[in-house]
């Protein structure tokens, strides 16, 4: 194996703008040899992009992106090689989406106490849901204030109204990170912090590879040349796997959010490493 791989995308299925199979062949066409399906709290998009890749000669890394909570703040936890047709873990994803719901709905309360006049249907207008194991999140919300002209860009949107120091951003609450990694390796799966940059809590990162933590997403287009030296160095040091996402969730209005396919990518064989206790799994239960 001598590719690269980029382990960190969104699709249709969440708050990306491509279907599964497009960001497949973006892959291709940035000379990829692997890419990671990784959708919120989803594994709606997982199938469609395996066919995709097998006509197209791409490993696709079956995963999801969990949702959890921990110091007042959103943490993204990876799953990797999960099994998408755990029912136990189909289930716990469910549970994900329905806080996911109300909080796009306490979002949609808050904007509306500010003035902003965006409804849920608005939000749901500009989306291609097609499957009620979609995700709706920030950026559909963000997509209804551009229309709707309060803002005039994806960045202002999120500074002003919906990240985590707008003044609309709320947070229900969610399972603590070290609950998803738990979840992650009960489905079969190897748990991977994402973007531990983006946190400023480094004590929660140490907290985490104490609870089982098996990798770390150094590489990642929001991620300042020393946060990548930083976190590789650190998941080095523990021995955890070392990985790298674009993050990308498609165009709007012309800019790419976050990064476009390909733009951080790591060595193909880490692919396999994150699918090793998949195949142990499956192995064990034959």
Known sequence: MSGYADLHTHTTASDGTQPPAENVRLAKEAGLAAIGITDHDTVAGIQEAVEEGEKLGIKVVPGVEISTVAGGQDIHVLGYGIDERDPVFLDRLRQLRDVRETRNEMMIARLNELGLAVTMEEVLAGVSKTRPDETIGRPHIAQALIAKGYVSSMEEAFERYLGKTGVAYVNPPRIHPSEAI??????????????????????????????????????????????????????????????AGSDYHGERHGQVFHGPIGNRRIAEDVVEKLLERRREDRANHS
């Open 182 to 243: 738990r979840w992650i390796h009960e489905a079969g799966g190897t748990a991977v912090l994402a973007h531990p940059g983006l946190y400023h809590d480094d004590p929660l990162v140490d907290e985490l590879i104490g609870e089982g933590l098996d990798g770390i997403e150094a590489y990642h287009s929001d991620h300042t040349p020393e946060d990548e030296a930083k976190y590789a160095s650190l998941a080095n040091r523990h021995g955890l796997l070392v990985t």
